[in-house]
C-alpha cells in the first residue's frame, strides 16, 4: 500500500459519532471519565431555594426596623412625659429663677396646685405641708427631667 492509497482510505472512527462532539463544554454531560458530573436541576427546587433565602432576609430585616421602630416609640414616649412634667412644672407656683442642671422638689398642695421647691422631703422634716411628687432636674433645653418620683401616690388611684 503506497502513501497514496491510504491517504484515499477514509478513517473510521469506532466512537459512535453521536456520542462525540467538536465543543465537549456544550454537552450536559461529563465528556470524560473522569470529569464531573453535571445533573439538571429542577426549576422548581432552585425557586424554592431562593424563596426561603428571601424570605428568611425580609423576616431579619423587617424585625430589625420593628426593633428600630419601639426605641423611637420609647424615646419620644419618655420626650411627651418630660413634656408634661415641664408643663405641669412651669404652672406650679415657684418663687425664685430655676438654674440648669440644679435639682428641685415638686409638691401639691391640698387645693390641687403645684408647688416648686428647692427643699428636700427629707429637709422638711415630718411637717411637711405639701404632697411629695417627684425630685425634678432643669435641663439646658428648659424642660425637666424626673430624677425620683412617689409611686406610692399612684398605687391607690
Known amino acids: 500500500m503506497s502513501k497514496e492509497e491510504s491517504k484515499q482510505k477514509e478513517f473510521i472512527n469506532p466512537i459512535d459519532k453521536d456520542k462525540i462532539t467538536e465543543n465537549p463544554g456544550t454537552l450536559p454531560y461529563a465528556h470524560t471519565a473522569g470529569g464531573a458530573v453535571i445533573r439538571p436541576t429542577e426549576k422548581g427546587a432552585i425557586h424554592g431555594k431562593s424563596i426561603a433565602a428571601m424570605q428568611q432576609q425580609t423576616d431579619r430585616q423587617l424585625r430589625q426596623l420593628y426593633d428600630q421602630m419601639k426605641v423611637l416609640s420609647e424615646q419620644a414616649e419618655a420626650l411627651k412625659n418630660r413634656a408634661e412634667v415641664s408643663r405641669q412644672i412651669y404652672?406650679?407656683?415657684?418663687?425664685?429663677?430655676?438654674?440648669?442642671?440644679?435639682?428641685?422638689?415638686?409638691?401639691?398642695?391640698?387645693?390641687?396646685?403645684?408647688?416648686?421647691?428647692?427643699?428636700?422631703r427629707e429637709e422638711w422634716g415630718k411637717s411637711i405641708p405639701f404632697e411629695y411628687i417627684s425630685k425634678v432636674s432643669l435641663l439646658a433645653d428648659h424642660t425637666w427631667e424626673v430624677l425620683d418620683e412617689n409611686l406610692d401616690r399612684f398605687e391607690y388611684e
Open 91 to 120: 404652672d406650679a407656683d415657684m418663687n425664685f429663677e430655676p438654674v440648669i442642671g440644679h435639682t428641685y422638689h415638686l409638691y401639691l398642695r391640698k387645693n390641687g396646685q403645684y408647688v416648686l421647691s428647692m427643699v428636700s
